[in-house]
């Protein structure tokens, strides 16, 4: 079915251009019947909890001086959940902004998180699309392991 | 708890019931749902003040729990502490830290495991493992005189663990409890040459109310063990457990009556407890006079010695009397205790606070020797009658602490300075001035694990441990020489170990004498050491009725305070966090709702429901919505969008978008 194939070539995508990981497949596997949109009900979740904490983030990044011990702290936390749905880039953008925060870098900081702000958004974009084009087209065997 | 083993192999692990915490919603709901694919039974909350609350309601109503590390409203370390104090479960630590120092602290604290976040579900596929491992360690220190044949039935009945453990995606996880349950098995082995285990007594708070009731009837000078076990007529219960018990209990009178505030806050901490620590340490009652003879084999020499560096510092009592952990190994001789206490005695004679502090020390002295004492206060005399039965009770204490004692070593040895030697500590006591051993020490663990620097110890004998530890690190220092002079036991290497690794640690003090620094400065941090001194006096005011004895007052009090000081200490900067975070889940009436009567009345699942419902209030309307519409996934999104700013002016699409695709 030309349309599934077109859904799993798009999955395929996140992982192949490294926006989400193994950790999403973690999350396809939970779904089941009783929960057939686990994992977007996750993904949702994750979006609309994170909001707060970039938020945050956010405000703490107008302070000044910069609270490094606390934005370390927010950005664990974050950390947390975006690795809990695999979001891979946004990772990335966090552990950056760890060490940014560790080395007392208030430009790195900044820039990272404007840099994790843009993934994190990109991310919703795609994932937004996918599990709307997998709506249309109907309940079909999404988890399949990368190749 | 003798379950048949076709009757365990068959249904085990499925229905395991799961306790797991944690502040992120995302992870949460994900845990809970890779838990519900392992067939166990979950509840999940998000504050760790719930689930304190929710284990305590449901005493047995959960075998493990799984906590994050990181939570706004307390340190995960902490809930760890109290966990396996109050309710002696086993506890996974997870976290997206992954740093070695993180991980070693939640195995020092006693972590059963420790989960790397992401989890992925193959971890939690083998958690059963703990609690089974848990059990066993826990049947045989209830053991009866059949313990041998009852243990070895035990290991063949364990499930096999072979294929479980290589799947676990936390291989070093599973190394480190491969490695602790070998440890395990060899403790057990030791233990089927002891005798005279007893099945664990429970003193729950009817029980003793009565005990209270008939030891004032027949005054406190005059209640002795075998009269208060007619007047309470409870049948199945020995004078061993009385004795026991009312060791504790007069240590704890004897602290709350005119002891000075350095020492009351540390007594209290003692008997703010006491039954926290009764579940685990209560099997150890019945343990063997040996352990106490052992304990007795401690030169004088490195008695003195101890206690002379006990003496130079006044708050610091610790007299190395209690040296009990020493060799578990040996075969105990009531009667070969050979502390000379007369030497140790008149330096412990010196002062009062001295002789104050060495409440809780878990001395299996001689009836002779403790008679040596001068104490210049007390009933000493009252007690001598009860030192025999002590004896016992420290013997079994012993044991205890023996028993841990090989995973402390090993915790020493790879401890990068933090509480290793849990074990001796907390036999480490000073000695009261009646000389009772007391297995109260363990229970001050958990005033002082408010403090923040207790450290839960592997093993079972946490209680015991932490107790040692929050008393002063300085106690650890002792109870390692006096190993060390008596019975070669692993105490010896631990010895140096801890007190280089102590000294590493303290603040600024070195050696012997830096342990007394700590000591005075777990003093002087007094206003963290809430509810030291509530807890003592909530003893008599009230008891809880959901919880045993003192435990659930000073407990309940110890959180309450703790999570007070908590913020009061600077952990300020994760409460924040957690506000802004929750403002959803806290405004829709978070997780108080779900404690009290609906806990109770309604169990587990609908407590996982409120749970549900206070955290995901949000989101849940949200996931309904997106049943209905596609919008609304598109609207959430847009709201967030909102938030984000207009970053998303600035990205263009790859070409992977629905646009593009045909429909």
């Avoid at chain 1, 079915?1 to 996140?14: G, I, K, V």
């Avoid at chain 1, 609270?67 to 946004?90: N, P, T």
């Avoid at chain 2, 067939?39 to 284990?55: F, G, I, M, P, W």
């Avoid at chain 2, 403790?370 to 009658?385: D, I, K, R, Y």
Wanted: net charge negative.
């Amino acid at each position: 079915m030309e349309l599934h194939r077109q859904l799993a070539n798009l999955r395929q995508s996140f992982f192949d251009q490294g926006y989400l990981d193994e950790q999403f497949i973690q999350l396809e596997e939970l779904q089941d019947d009783a929960n057939p949109n686990f994992v977007e009900e996750v993904v949702t979740l994750f979006y609309k909890d994170s909001a707060r904490l970039i938020h945050s983030i956010d405000q703490a990044l107008e302070k000044q001086p910069l609270d490094f011990a606390k934005l370390d702290s927010y950005m664990h936390q974050f950390k947390g959940s975006s690795s809990s749905i695999g979001a891979k880039k946004v990772n990335t953008e966090c552990t950056q902004f760890r060490e940014y925060c560790r080395a007392g870098n208030v430009e790195g900081c900044k820039r990272t998180f404007q840099q994790l702000k843009r993934e994190y958004a990109v991310l919703r974009k795609k994932l937004e699309a996918y599990f709307q084009f997998a709506r249309q087209i109907g309940p079909i065997e999404m988890a399949s392991r990368p190749n | 708890m003798s379950v048949p083993s076709s009757t365990v192999s068959d249904q085990f692990p499925v229905g395991l019931r799961v306790l797991v915490v944690d502040d992120d919603p995302t992870c949460l709901r994900i845990l809970e749902k890779m838990l519900r694919n392992c067939h166990y039974q979950v509840t999940k909350c998000n504050r760790a003040e719930v689930a304190l609350s929710l284990l305590r309601e449901k005493k047995n109503g959960f075998d493990i729990v799984i906590s994050d590390v990181h939570m706004p409203d307390m340190d995960g370390f902490k809930l760890l502490e109290h966990i396996g104090l109050e309710m002696d479960l086993p506890v996974i630590m997870m976290s997206a830290d992954d740093s070695k120092d993180v991980v070693m602290k939640g195995v020092t604290h006693g972590a059963y495991d420790y989960l790397i976040k992401p989890v992925r579900i193959e971890a939690l596929k083998n958690i059963w493992q703990h609690v089974v491992r848990k059990k066993k360690h826990e049947r045989k220190d209830n053991n009866y005189d059949q313990s041998g044949s009852v243990e070895e039935g035990d290991r063949q009945q364990k499930p096999p663990e072979d294929a479980d453990y290589s799947s676990s995606a936390n291989e070093g996880n599973w190394r480190n409890s491969k490695k602790r349950k070998e440890e395990e098995e060899e403790a057990e082995e030791r233990d089927d040459t002891s005798t005279l285990k007893k099945p664990r007594v429970v003193w729950s708070v009817e029980l003793h109310q009565q005990f209270v009731q008939a030891v004032h009837q027949l005054g406190i000078d005059k209640a002795v063990p075998k009269k208060i076990l007619e007047l309470m007529n409870v049948p199945g219960l020995t004078r061993e457990n009385v004795a026991s018990h009312l060791q504790k209990y007069r240590l704890y009178l004897r602290r709350l009556s005119g002891v000075s505030q350095h020492q009351s806050s540390l007594n209290n901490s003692f008997m703010g407890c006491p039954d926290a620590t009764f579940g685990t340490i209560s099997p150890l009652n019945g343990l063997d006079l040996q352990a106490i003879a052992a304990a007795g084999q401690i030169p004088a020499q490195s008695l003195a010695t101890l206690q002379a560096a006990a003496l130079g510092r006044s708050a610091a009592t610790k007299s190395a009397i209690s040296m009990p952990l020493v060799d578990q190994r040996n075969l105990f001789s009531f009667e070969n205790s050979k502390l000379r206490f007369p030497e140790g005695q008149q330096q412990l004679n010196n002062s009062n606070k001295q002789i104050d502090l060495l409440h809780g020390i878990p001395t299996t002295m001689e009836p002779k020797q403790l008679a040596n004492l001068h104490h210049p206060s007390q009933s000493f005399v009252g007690m001598n009658t009860q030192v025999n039965s002590m004896a016992q009770h420290n013997n079994s204490l012993l044991m205890r602490m023996s028993q841990s004692q090989p995973r402390a070593q090993m915790l020493n040895g790879a401890n990068n300075g933090h509480q290793v030697s849990r074990l001796p500590l907390s036999m480490q006591q000073p000695l009261s001035p009646e000389g009772i051993p007391g297995t109260v020490p363990a229970q001050s663990g958990i005033v002082d694990n408010a403090r923040g620097s207790v450290y839960n110890p592997v093993s079972q004998a946490s209680s015991m441990v932490d107790f040692s530890l929050n008393q002063s690190k300085e106690l650890q220092s002792y109870n390692f020489s006096l190993g060390s002079n008596n019975s070669g036991m692993s105490t010896l290497t631990n010895r140096g170990m801890l007190q280089e690794e102590m000294n590493s640690d303290i603040k600024g003090s070195r050696g012997f004498p830096s342990n007394y620094d700590m000591f005075n400065e777990l003093h002087q941090q007094k206003s963290q050491n809430w509810g030291l001194q509530n807890v003592g006096s909530t003893f008599d005011a009230s008891h809880h009725p959901s919880i045993q004895g003192t435990q659930g007052v000073s407990s309940q009090l110890l959180l309450q305070q703790g999570i007070s000081s908590a913020h009061h200490s600077g952990q300020n900067r994760n409460a924040p966090i957690g506000k802004p975070m929750y403002s959803n889940a806290d405004e829709s009436g978070h997780v108080n709702p779900m404690g009290g009567p609906q806990l109770n009345s309604l169990g587990g699942n609908m407590l996982a429901v409120k749970a549900e419902r206070f955290s995901d209030l949000d989101y849940h309307s949200t996931i309904y919505h997106e049943q209905l519409g596609q919008e609304d996934l598109m609207s959430a999104f847009l709201k967030q969008q909102g938030n984000v700013g207009p970053v998303e002016t600035e990205f263009g699409f790859d070409g992977y978008t629905l646009d593009n695709l045909p429909v």
